[in-house]
């Protein structure tokens, strides 16, 4: 492949129109110290099967394979991708598409974009969503900030502790600089929020939840709206695991105003950390409130359906001072393939994989605590449980990565408190053989 299609003669036709006699002179601004003098000391060219046969020694290098068992979550999440999102996704108008500025000229994508916006609505239980944002982490920042503009005259926002630590650094960057102050809430335990300082917190704007929390548990959401609600706030949810819903009652069923989260888990691949989707919902009174872009369904002179952009409060569209935020959609393509993955997997199909998420984490959380680990906190959970064991659990974690098994992660770093506690996480991937084998390992 020529990765520069340029000739000779173009290259010389373009020099002479800046003025230049010759490449080098490009970086003539550059100091000379700073430059490379000689030949770059490239490997030689390799054959395609020479290519892919290194590349597969690479990959023998590393320390997780995709042949390991991953029994790690902590905001991203080992799922199965059914083979039709990847080929549905990886199509050739759908992978080089990029944002739709111009609606006339990409119904297909803005028809994308209405479709996720559809299915995440209705997985949200809200009535309105927007066209994705960057990551679950902005998308919560984005929340609060949204809180903060609904809820005029309040400068304070609480957040949960129990919110994922990375999403509660991303808070503080957005909010530090402007002077609203963040009420941390800590968690009881029961491993759920203790709500009960809100009772003595004035101007309270928003309070920021994670269901299911960091630690895997279930907070009781329907039970915290009044108290947030009461105090003059609006309930944020946030959340790093969607696919929670497909079992327990989801946000907008137990009165949260907005909820933002990571959609990492519906049919995008971990790939070391993203790509990544903020998924953002909220109620249809605060719709001119939302930040990013809202793709509308409509009919033109001629009475044919088509799409257009219905919102899109940034600065590129509106005037700086009136525009609720200037984050944009993330990566179209993200959306997409999270679409087609709820559509593949309808309401029924998310309930099933829901329940065999369940059911296998509640599995290895009875056979490590009948092995004699002690569970952290008691409230329900999904997918991930903290635990604590009498001895080092370092050692077996070792032993376990030998035999192809990655076992929790250690809560220290984040939690202090918890040093001595370890959360771990099961999804659908994980076989039935290989939680015995932890348990086996830990059982003295």
């Not at 969503?129 to 920042?141: F, M």
């Not at 968690?187 to 929390?213: K, Y």
């Not at 903020?278 to 009174?285: D, H, I, L, N, T």
């Not at 059911?359 to 569970?375: F, I, N, P, Q, T």
Request: net charge negative; with cysteine.
């Amino acid at each position: 492949m020529r990765y520069l299609p340029h000739t000779p003669e173009e290259i010389r036709e373009m020099l002479a129109a800046i003025g230049r006699s010759d490449l080098d002179d490009l970086f003539i601004s550059i100091p000379a110290d700073c430059r490379c003098d000689g030949v770059i000391a490239v490997p030689a060219a390799l054959t395609e099967w020479q290519l892919s046969d290194l590349m597969r020694d690479i990959a023998a290098t590393m320390t997780v394979r995709p042949d390991h068992c991953v029994l790690v979550g902590a905001g991203r999440y080992h799922h199965h991708i059914p083979e039709i999102v990847r080929s549905l996704a990886g199509r050739s108008e759908f992978l080089t598409s990029y944002t739709p500025y111009q609606p006339e000229m990409a119904q297909g994508t803005l028809q994308g974009i209405f479709e996720y916006q559809t299915l995440t609505a209705r997985l949200l239980g809200l009535d309105v969503a927007n066209a994705s944002l960057y990551d679950g982490a902005s998308a919560l920042a984005e929340g609060l900030l949204m809180g903060l503009r609904i809820v005029k005259r309040s400068r304070r926002v609480a957040v949960s502790t129990a919110v994922h630590p990375h999403y509660r650094e991303v808070v503080r960057s957005y909010l530090r600089p402007t002077g609203y102050e963040i009420i941390d809430l800590p968690f009881g335990a029961d491993g759920r929020t203790d709500l009960s300082l809100l009772q003595g917190i004035d101007g309270l704007a928003a309070v920021a939840l994670q269901s299911p929390n960091f630690f895997g548990v279930v907070e009781d959401l329907a039970r915290a709206a009044d108290p947030v609600h009461d105090a003059g706030a609006l309930l944020v949810t946030a959340f790093t695991e969607p696919l929670a819903y497909g079992l327990y009652r989801n946000p907008g069923q137990d009165g949260a105003d907005i909820a933002c989260g990571e959609g990492q888990s519906l049919g995008l691949p971990v790939s070391f950390g993203g790509a990544a989707l903020g998924m953002f919902a909220c109620r249809g009174e605060f719709v001119r409130s939302m930040p990013g872009r809202l793709v509308g369904e409509t009919v033109d002179c001629e009475g044919r359906r088509g799409y257009v952009l219905t919102l899109s409060t940034r600065e590129q569209h509106i005037r700086r001072e009136k525009a609720t935020s200037n984050i944009c959609s993330n990566q179209g393509l993200c959306a997409l393939t999270t679409a087609i993955y709820m559509a593949a997997l309808g309401g029924g199909g998310l309930r099933q994989l829901a329940r065999q998420n369940y059911d296998r984490s509640e599995y290895l959380k009875a056979g490590l605590v009948g092995a004699g680990a002690e569970l952290v906190f008691g409230g329900p959970t999904f997918n991930e449980f903290v635990l604590r064991f009498g001895d080092d659990f370092a050692p077996v974690r070792q032993r376990l990565q030998e035999r192809g098994i990655v076992a929790g992660i250690e809560l220290g770093a984040s939690y202090p408190q918890l040093a001595d506690c370890w959360l771990f996480c099961v999804t659908e991937k994980a076989m039935k053989r290989d939680l015995d084998t932890v348990i086996s390992e830990v059982r003295p």
